[in-house]
T-cell receptor
Framework: KNQVEQSPQSLIILEGKNCTLQ??????????LRWYKQDTGRGPVSLTIMTFSENTKSNGRYTATLDADTKQSSLHITASQLSDSASYIC????????????FGKGTSLLVTP | NAGVMQNPRHLVRRRGQEARLRCSPVKGHSHVYWYRQLPEEGLKFMVYLQKENIIDESGMPKERFSAEFPKEGPSILRIQQVVRGDSAAYFCASSPSRGWEKLFFGSGTQLSVL
């Protein structure tokens, strides 16, 4: 069964600090892994997309890593801002299902002043 | 979110009523996907449509749920005889082609069934 597990479930950090969110998956055969940011009451917005051959990808202060051997990914947020407060969702796509994306439950991040 | 419009944002229905959720994709996008997010759960795929065609409805309950994407107008997700368990956020996404890497989500419709 394809599964995507994220940790921690929630996280509170001070503005300006860094943090790392984790994602473990069992989706097979693997196609790509995405990180989305979802603000409260809004739809998910794509941050990064990585395929099997990519180990790391950055988007501004967001850096995602992928270890396809251990089926783990992380999202590192540098110099956090109040606007980073949101749910961060790990999404894994299998080659045989494309749009039937496998969503994690998300990590709820709160950045405080 | 590049222009995927969903309405209404919030919809309240009593048990047994019908719910109609609308989704206008990004201009020029002909591929629409519906996902459901139950409380405390991740999004789950429901149905994939192209103009006038249902491509994959494997994630949609067989009864009471239907979806369409007509040649003209928005995509519609219809839920008949709603039950409390249908309460969820329903998200629509669109893409310009079958390459779903470029997937844009709407802000969702929060359905509450009383």
């Amino acid at each position: 069964k394809n599964q995507v597990e994220q940790s921690p479930q929630s996280l509170i950090i001070l503005e300006g600090k860094n943090c790392t969110l984790q994602c473990n998956y069992t989706v097979s055969p693997f196609s790509n892994l995405r990180w989305y940011k979802q603000d409260t009451g809004r739809g998910p917005v794509s941050l990064t997309i990585m395929t099997f051959s990519e180990n790391t990808k950055s988007n501004g202060r967001y850096t995602a890593t992928l270890d396809a051997d251990t089926k783990q990914s992380s999202l590192h947020i540098t110099a956090s801002q109040l606007s980073d407060s949101a749910s961060y969702i790990c999404v894994v796509s299998a080659t045989n299902s494309g749009y039937a994306l496998n969503f994690g439950k998300g990590t709820s991040l709160l950045v405080t002043p | 979110n590049a222009g995927v419009m969903q309405n209404p944002r919030h919809l309240v229905r009593r048990r047994g009523q019908e719910a109609r959720l609308r989704c206008s994709p990004v201009k020029g996008h002909s591929h629409v996907y519906w996902y459901r997010q139950l409380p405390e759960e991740g999004l789950k795929f429901m149905v994939y449509l192209q103009k006038e065609n249902i491509i994959d409805e494997s994630g949609m309950p067989k009864e009471r749920f239907s979806a369409e994407f007509p040649k003209e107008g928005p995509s519609i997700l219809r839920i008949q005889q709603v039950v409390r368990g249908d309460s969820a956020a329903y998200f629509c996404a669109s893409s310009p082609s079958r390459g779903w890497e470029k997937l844009f989500f709407g802000s969702g419709t929060q359905l509450s069934v009383l």
